[in-house]
């Protein structure tokens, strides 16, 4: 006799429990065998006993049968509506195989597995230590980065997890204190250049992370998960590596994120103007200011007009502070590039950087006074008639001091602006208020001035000035003259003055004269002398 085990509305209930509890609920609806029906004990006929053994062991077996069968659909129906999450070890695949020994659809997880194994730090200032394991990662590193500029495949969220981990884990790191005594980085050009000798798995790390961000299929709602505003702001801090290989990797991985990431553009722009103030008013010290500078020239140029407040600022605050430091000359030119880009795209705000470099103007430092002089003929180049008028006075009084500078090269320099076709014609346009002012300067240089190329500069120029306008050059001789009488006659005036304090001084006791004592009245007022010091 079979056993019929009736569909029954637990079985559908079970696939909303548990497994246990679904066995429970299935092997409820078995039917048990009475010992009332069963002929084993009601007769002791052997025969009979074993028919019945037999047919009770057939209805069993198919009894199981229908029970494992309908596990299985229990288990299908559990195993939909229920997932399992398998173990990511489990799923992960050896990190030394190579992508071509893969599936496809496995090769997401080989490139995580090598990206985790590639996390690992080695000490490369021990060359000896490790050998063979940095030199199995270097492969590692160039293993991926083949693999992401051959394959075309859309990186996973756990991939871009994976990336940006591994290249934390590398790149992110304190560098060693700069000595008190050092001099910035520029002043002893290339004698002090420093390379990191790590730099053959650093590099590799560059080129994925730069491989990573210029991705087309890149997502960058995703990805700016984990490239957030802590992963930017340990990379900005690394531009101050004194490794000129690093800066510029990690100059053309801003530059993309810049560019991909439009999300995080404010804080970049905010987080390059904390590290400039902090160079020019606290440490003077940073390596990668000219880098910074190069990527914000490109940034510039993408402004929209009109310019915003921020942006002004950043000009206002950052940029041209920067001519303060010593250390100008190992960015100047990307700071003139940014500083005639904001020019070009607002032309009023000429006069405004104007009285910045006017304001930071070097004195003593020659070599400062030529980049200077540089950019100032570059910004003149750009300027209007009406912004030109609001600085001419403060900008020739400054420009009057270097051309007769005892520095030929900065008198030279000086000259050269007549040169300039546009600055020539303000000049001459203007030239009732400018003359006066540097007319002085050009008369000392014709007559006492010990460089010649100076010499024929300067007459050069006055005979500009003559050929414009002649009866103006006339007035300003006499001027000069009156001036030089003047001055002559106050320098005469305190010769003799000193003279005579010197014989009453040196006259002896008659004379009453006793030098000033400390404490004291003085001398001057207890004999009766007089002295009126003309200066």
């Known amino acids: 006799m079979s056993i019929f085990v009736p ?68 288990k299908k129906m559990s195993s939909s509506i229920f997932p399992t999450s398998g173990n990511n070890n489990n799923d992960m695949i050896q990190p030394h195989l190579p992508f071509k020994d893969v599936q496809n659809s496995d090769k997401i997880k080989l490139l995580i597995s090598k990206l985790n194994l590639c ?28 693999f992401l500029v051959s394959e075309s495949i859309k990186l996973t969220e756990p991939a ?15 560098f060693p204190p700069k000595p008190n005594g050092c001099s910035p980085r520029g002043e002893s050009e290339d004698d002090d250049l420093w390379f ?18 210029s991705y087309s299929s890149l997502d960058p709602k995703t990805a700016k998960l984990y490239i957030d505003h802590s992963f930017l702001l340990k990379l900005l801090n690394l531009f101050d590596s004194e490794d000129p290989r690093e800066r510029e990797c990690l100059k053309s991985v801003l530059h993309r994120i810049y560019g991909k990431f439009m999300v995080h553009r404010p804080f970049i722009r905010m987080g390059v103007s904390n590290i400039i103030y902090k160079f020019v008013f606290e440490t003077e010290k940073h390596n990668g200011i000219a880098e910074l500078l190069e990527i914000f020239g490109s940034v510039i140029s993408g402004f929209a007009l009109p310019l915003k407040k921020e942006h002004k600022m950043f000009l206002l605050k950052a940029l041209i502070p920067l001519h303060k430091p010593k250390s100008i ?48 003929e570059e910004l003149l180049e750009l300027i209007r008639t009406d912004e030109f008028e609001k600085i001419m006075v403060p900008l020739f009084r400054r420009i009057s001091c270097c051309l007769d500078s005892y520095h030929f090269q900065v008198a030279e320099r000086a000259h050269f602006l007549w040169n300039n076709e546009h600055i020539h014609h303000l000049i001459m346009c203007n030239r009732q208020v400018i003359m006066p002012i540097v007319f002085s300067s050009l008369q000392r240089n014709s007559n006492n001035h010990w460089n010649r190329t100076v010499l024929n500069l300067t007459q050069n120029v006055m005979k500009m000035f003559h050929e414009v306008d002649e009866p103006l050059v006339i007035s300003c001789q006499g001027k000069f003259e009156e001036d030089k009488s003047a001055t002559t006659a106050v320098a005469e005036r305190r010769r003799l003055t000193w003279e005579h304090l010197e014989e009453v001084a040196g006259g002896g006791g008659g004379g009453g004269f006793r030098l ?18 003309s200066c």
């Not at 996390?119 to 490790?130: E, G, L, P, T």
Request: proline residues 4%; contains cysteine; glycine residues 4%.
């Open 329 to 376: 000359g190992v960015y100047h030119h990307q700071l003139t590039y940014c500083v005639v880009q904001f020019i070009e795209k607002e032309p009023k705000l000429t006069s405004v950087v104007i009285n910045g470099l006017l304001k930071y103007w070097p004195v003593t430092n020659s070599q400062k006074q030529l980049m200077f002089l540089s950019e100032l």
């Open 7 to 74: 569909e029954s509305p637990g079985l559908l209930l079970a696939a909303n429990s548990t497994i246990p509890t679904m066995l429970k609920q299935i092997l409820a609806k078995i039917p048990r065998k009475s010992t009332k029906s069963n002929p084993i004990y009601s007769d002791g006929n052997n025969s009979t006993t074993t028919t019945t053994d037999v047919n009770n062991n057939g209805s069993f077996t198919n009894t199981c049968n229908v029970i494992s069968s309908r596990l299985n659909v229990v």
């Open 160 to 174: 871009m997890s994976a990336i940006c981990r591994m290249c934390g884990a590398n790149l992110f790191r304190e």
């Open 119 to 146: 996390s690992k730090i080695y000490d490369f200032n021990d060359q000896d230590k490790d050998i063979t394991s940095k030199d199995q990662k270097r492969q590692i590193l160039i293993e991926i980065l083949d």
């Open 516 to 533: 000033p004592v400390v404490g004291s009245v003085s001398g001057l007022e207890k004999s009766g002398a007089t002295c009126v010091v």
């Open 196 to 213: 990191d000798p790590a730099w053959t798995h650093l590099q590799l790390v560059y080129e994925i992370l730069l491989r990573f961000v």
